[in-house]
């Protein structure tokens, strides 16, 4: 019987099979009872000699049981219980990545202008990068070195400007609208480039504007996106589709004009190129020139994001460490 019993429990692997193991030796009608009863017959000596025995058995049996019983509950019990001391698991929540972190308070601001947000496509024609915007047949820019080119007509585009065409193209003046997206140029990935970055495009175009309009709202612009101590400076400059043409600097917040490594010892960091509409972009986008006149400026929202973030390298904007990324959570 022992033997058996030992056989069998060595199967039990469940609460239920010990129980049911339990029942069918020390049980009632289990089968040392039925033991029991057989002797019941036997001489008195005999009784005590075997009943003494049937004890022993039953000894043995229950405290292998008694083992058995510790083994399996004690197996259950990491799911059986909650630990409450554990600490919980915390849920990421995710959050803006700097860069359209930075695109939405540069919108959001020319929006509170009254500037409406438009989008233009990645992959422009040749003609709206470069010919509709007056670049001149030989310009550098144009060479297959310079851009990406898909084949002989269409390109990524390298700057946001083509979309000034196409937004004159569908509105009527007078308008004020801000373009973001997406720029490529064949670029060799450094501190200060990235083949791909992102401009913010702005056109406004009305009867009369002139370049103290553009002065004044850049001026609100860098005011009240990098801050009211900071200086702006414009510089004479070259752009094909602008005339006159300048490029805007901002005094350098770490050294305040002094100059330091920040800013290349000058004291000033260039955030964008502007200037007024050229007279030929009027007219390749079907305006008379003298009826209309606009502004037009295009900035680097990553040299933006740079710049008031103290961010000493671009390519931090692309390697998507979260360490760097999860800093701009408490800005959001
Ligand atoms: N498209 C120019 C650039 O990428 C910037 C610019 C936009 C200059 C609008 C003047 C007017 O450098």
């Not at 990524?156 to 140029?185: D, E, N, W, Y």
């Not at 002065?215 to 900071?230: L, N, P, V, W």
């Not at 305006?287 to 973030?309: C, E, N, S, T």
């Amino acid at each position: 019987v022992l033997e058996k019993f030992q056989n069998e429990i060595e199967q039990v692997k469940t609460l239920d099979d010990l129980n049911r193991l339990k029942g069918k030796y020390i049980g009632r009608k289990g089968q040392l009872n039925d033991l029991f009863k057989e002797i019941t017959q036997l001489s008195p000596d005999e009784k005590k000699d075997l009943g003494q025995k049937i004890n022993h058995l039953k000894g043995l049996i229950d405290s292998r049981l008694q083992e058995k019983l510790k083994e399996l509950t004690q197996k259950l019990k990491p799911s059986s219980k909650v630990d409450i001391s554990l600490p919980g698991k915390k849920s990421w929540v995710g959050s803006l990545h700097p860069i359209q972190l930075t695109c939405h308070q540069i919108l959001t601001i020319f929006h509170s202008l009254g500037f409406r947000i438009e989008s233009g496509p990645e992959i422009e024609s040749e003609y709206y990068n470069f010919e509709a915007l007056n670049f001149p047949p030989d310009h550098p820019a144009r060479d297959a070195q310079d851009s990406f080119f898909l084949d002989e007509e269409y390109l990524l585009r390298t700057h946001t400007s083509p979309a000034q065409i196409r937004i004159m193209q569908k509105l009527q003046p007078p308008f004020k609208v801000v373009v973001p997206g997406k720029c490529f140029r064949r670029d060799a990935m450094d501190a200060s480039h990235s083949p791909m970055f992102h401009q913010v495009e702005g056109l406004v175009v009305a009867e009369s504007i002139s370049m103290g309009d553009l002065k004044g709202t850049i001026e609100i612009f860098a005011r009240r996106f990098f801050g009211s101590d900071r200086q702006l400076r414009f510089r004479p400059s070259f752009f094909p589709f602008t005339e006159p043409s300048a490029e805007v600097d901002i005094s350098c917040g770490l050294c305040q004009g002094k100059g330091c490594r920040s800013c290349g010892q000058t004291g000033w960091l260039e955030i964008m190129g502007a200037g007024l509409v050229h007279p030929k972009v009027f007219e390749n986008a079907g305006y008379d020139p003298h009826q209309v006149r606009g502004f037009a400026f295009g900035m680097g929202i990553d040299r933006a994001a740079l710049l008031k973030f103290d961010i000493p390298d671009i390519r931090w904007l692309f390697e998507n460490d979260m360490s760097f990324i999860e800093q701009f959570q408490a800005i959001q």
